[in-house]
């Protein structure tokens, strides 16, 4: 199985602030990776996929790059509405695994 | 407006089994794979199984492989999990998922709890 390592666990920031998640798969996964924002009490969300392409309805602050064994979830200008739950997720092989989960909270 | 919505959830005994649905809306569901996702309570997201578009394919994660049956039926756009011998460890959100693909998740229905617990 591919496993996905996250870091970091949580992020405390400010509005405004510039957010990096990282997401690092065990194996090369070429660009089959997701990201998935995921708000208290509410399903996840398809965010970023193909590790760089944005999903519609999520605006450009949020970006994803990376390929290989490496990728990282950028927000530009951290909003209110962006504090949340993000999981990156591989699609290369199955099982399909998840990262454990980054927590963006208010500092 | 593409939905999904589960519905059979609730509290079972360990051992027991459940049927989970997932009523697909807004879409051409014979024409996608299909996904549960489970995620226990303050816990992060486990894949659990999915079936292609004709029902014919069937994969499962190694922890319910054996116990849980995916299927579908296209006449009906509805997603099933047939979940036996049901553990405490299963108890968790599940939700139904559709793979616009190639293996990514969307939408999420909105999940539905199981809970095993005597």
């Known amino acids: 199985d591919i496993q996905m390592t996250q870091s970091p666990s949580s992020v405390s920031a400010s509005v405004g602030d510039r957010v990096s998640i990282t997401c690092r798969a065990s194996?090369?996964?070429?660009?089959?990776l997701a990201w998935y924002q995921q708000k208290p009490g509410e399903a996840p969300k398809l965010l970023i996929y193909?590790?760089?392409s944005l999903q519609s309805g999520f605006p450009s602050r949020f970006s994803g790059s990376g390929s290989g064994t490496d990728f990282t979830l950028t927000i530009s200008s951290l909003q209110p509405e962006d504090f949340a739950t993000y999981y990156c997720?591989?699609?290369?092989?199955?099982?399909?695994?998840f990262g454990g989960g980054t927590k963006v909270e208010i500092k | 407006e593409v939905q999904l919505v589960e519905s059979g959830g609730g509290l079972v005994q360990p051992g027991g089994s459940l049927r989970l649905s997932c009523a697909a809306s807004?879409?051409?569901?014979?024409?996608?794979?299909m996904h549960w996702v489970r995620q226990a309570p303050g816990e992060g997201l486990v894949w659990v199984s999915r079936?292609?578009?004709?029902?014919?394919?069937?994969d499962y994660a190694d922890s319910v492989r054996g116990r849980f049956t995916i299927s579908r039926d296209n006449a009906r756009n509805t997603l099933f999990l047939q979940m036996s011998s049901l553990r405490a460890e299963d108890t968790a959100f599940y939700f139904c998922?559709?793979?616009?693909?190639?293996?990514?998740?969307?939408?999420w229905g909105q999940g539905i709890l199981v809970t095993v617990s005597s």
């Open positions: 998922v559709r793979d616009p693909g190639p293996g990514w998740f969307d939408p």
């Open positions: 193909a590790a760089s």
């Open positions: 807004g879409f051409t569901f014979r024409s996608y794979w």
């Open positions: 079936i292609n578009s004709g029902g014919s394919d069937t």
């Open positions: 194996q090369g996964i070429s660009t089959w």
């Open positions: 997720q591989q699609a290369n092989s199955s099982p399909l695994t």
